[in-house]
């Protein structure tokens, strides 16, 4: 019976892969305009090197066959290309000395706000290339782009802000001072996968706004989603400001870091990557690193708990964007007296959501861009089978091409990969515990230390759990997935899971470090001081008040 629900499930997914013929009008990749290009020193250029095909997660349908298709080409550079990158970067922060890095806070802001004017204009094509390179719905690629914009015009609000107070001086102990804060120099942005734009623009605009200048590496999916952009920065900002590097990490990234040039890292990515990076630089006390990194957050399910807002909450945490994401809920905990009927509700809301191409209406699961996602899910799950697990939702862990189909895995065992290790995928690995002190346990045993997420409504017995979460995760949600929004909130982790702090106004503040004029509150002094203001002299002395 279960074999014969997998293979009619199968048989759905294969249909639900467009032919070359039924693929909406208006959603057709058409990245050709793009192909190739890069930006570097202010110019965006066609690349006359080799370069990387883009094959999409969307398959298509030939008769029995279902193959990804090439929906573009990106350069694939060698270290002296990506040098050239890192170099215009350089020129243009020019020791502090460059146009940007000098520039009036007003000025900067005014290139952000000519800039975010010209990227919306790009907005569906941006929206169309997630869909084809990632497999993002239609909705969530939208959502991308547009939280985006609202981050961009935040961080403006916030910057000014910042100014706002910086702007006057302080006198203390014969003492005349006045504080702001500076860039820190060459930045090298990384961003991920799963959120090309998104996540790589909240470090990159924050770096560039405070003044720093920036070498950009495009995540390996979703890279062409970043190309109808670079006509906008080249015509926002000087030469050199943002500059665009492609090709294979391992080639490109090490000479880069090796270098000694980088001033500030933000890498959203793994661990062992961050690692690497980190210690390829010479003179790590010159290095600032902002990392966004794995997470492994799991939800504690409690007796009293409401089992509707609970598996509402779990599957949106474990399932968006097909579990794709850092802030997913990666294991569930739920106590041993309502496991069974958890489970039963888990399934049901499970097998109900939609499956099939970014642009159905109400879809839910999409395909898959990592080449080889769905085998690597279905070893996961295989080897919790072997300690014992099974698969609990009729069809879970069905694969066709890129789509694979939610597999609920209970119970899992502390021995078993799921149990630590981040899928970043659609399977929910559930265990059974007796003890809340299993599920703090855990959270202390594991290497991140991202987010938790508790189910439960007795005040005293949440609040027991939150004293020591609070001391071991950045942030515990109670009643709710883990997330990362709203992005005026602190964004970060605890051990392998962060370096830094993440929200609107913490990242001006790991893109910059404070400055201060200071003089004694002498005659001669004031007078010079007065003069600067006065004459408008300076962008860092002012008292300019931004509207
Ligand atoms: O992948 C990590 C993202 O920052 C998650 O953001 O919680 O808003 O989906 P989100």
Not at 71 to 89: K, Q, T
Not at 353 to 373: A, H, Q, R
Request: charged share 20%; proline share 7%; glycine share 8%.
């Amino acid at each position: 019976m279960q074999g014969n629900t997998d293979h009619d499930l199968a048989a759905r997914l294969a249909a639900s892969f467009p032919t070359s013929e039924t693929i909406p009008a208006e959603f057709r990749p058409n990245p050709t305009s793009y192909e190739k290009l890069y930006l570097q020193d202010g110019v965006v250029r066609e690349w006359p090197g080799p370069y990387t095909e883009v094959s999409s997660p969307i398959c298509l349908r030939e008769g029995e066959t279902i193959k990804r298709q090439i929906i573009g080409h990106v350069p694939s550079m060698d270290e002296e290309a990506a040098m050239a990158g890192l170099h215009a970067a350089v020129r243009a922060w020019d020791n502090g000395r460059g146009e940007w890095p000098t520039m009036s806070v007003a000025g900067r802001i005014a290139a952000v706000e000519k800039f975010t004017e010209k990227m919306i204009a790009v907005r569906d094509e941006v929206v169309r290339l997630l869909m084809w390179e990632i497999g993002k719905s239609l909705d969530d690629s939208r959502k991308e782009f547009d939280r985006t914009v609202d981050y961009i015009r935040l961080t403006v609000e916030a910057l000014k802000e910042m100014d706002r107070n910086n702007s006057r001086f302080s006198i203390d102990s014969g003492v005349i001072a006045q504080v702001r804060r500076s860039p820190l120099g060459v930045c090298l942005s990384m961003g991920p996968f799963n959120y090309p734009l998104n996540e790589t623009y909240t470090t990159l605009i924050p770096a560039i706004i405070m003044g720093n200048t920036v070498v950009v590496k495009p995540p390996k999916f979703g890279t062409l989603s970043h190309q109808p952009i670079l006509q906008a920065f080249a015509d926002s900002f000087p030469p050199g400001v943002v500059n665009y590097i492609y090709g294979s990490g391992a080639k490109i990234i090490g000479p880069i870091m090796q270098s000694g040039l980088i001033d500030a890292l933000a890498f959203i990515g793994s661990s062992r990557a961050a690692k690497v990076l980190k210690h390829q630089h010479p003179r790590p006390h010159r290095l600032r690193s902002i990392l966004g990194l794995d997470a492994k957050n799991p939800a504690l399910v409690m007796p009293d708990a409401d089992l509707e807002v609970a598996v509402r909450e779990c599957v949106t945490g474990a399932l968006s964007f097909n579990g794709q994401r850092c802030t997913g809920l990666k294991l569930l905990f739920v106590h041993e007296t309502i496991v069974d009927t958890f489970l039963e509700k888990l399934s049901a809301a499970v097998n109900a959501l939609p499956i099939g191409m970014p642009w159905d209406k109400g879809v839910k699961l999409t395909p898959l861009p990592e080449f080889n996602k769905p085998g690597a899910m279905q070893a996961y799950v295989q080897d919790a089978i072997g300690g014992g697990a099974r698969i609990v939702n009729a069809g879970g862990g069905t694969a066709c091409g890129t789509l694979f189909f939610p597999a609920i895995v209970y119970p899992v065992s502390p021995k078993a990969q799921l149990y630590s290790v981040e899928q970043f995928g659609p399977v929910i690995p559930v265990c059974s515990y007796r003890d809340e002190r299993d599920f703090l346990e855990f959270v202390a045993e594991s290497n991140y230390g991202q987010q938790v997420s508790v189910f439960g409504r007795d005040p005293e017995k949440i609040a027991k759990l939150v004293d020591p979460l609070a001391n071991q995760v950045s942030r515990i949600n109670i009643n709710a997935q883990c997330q990362r929004g709203p992005d005026t909130l602190p964004f970060t982790g605890r051990k392998d899971s962060a370096e830094g702090t993440l929200s609107i106004s913490d990242a001006l503040r790991c893109f910059s470090i404070r400055s201060l004029v200071a003089a004694q509150s002498t005659q001669q002094s004031r007078d010079i001081i007065q003069q600067i203001v006065a004459g408008r002299h300076s962008s860092f002395l002012h008292t300019d008040f931004i509207l």
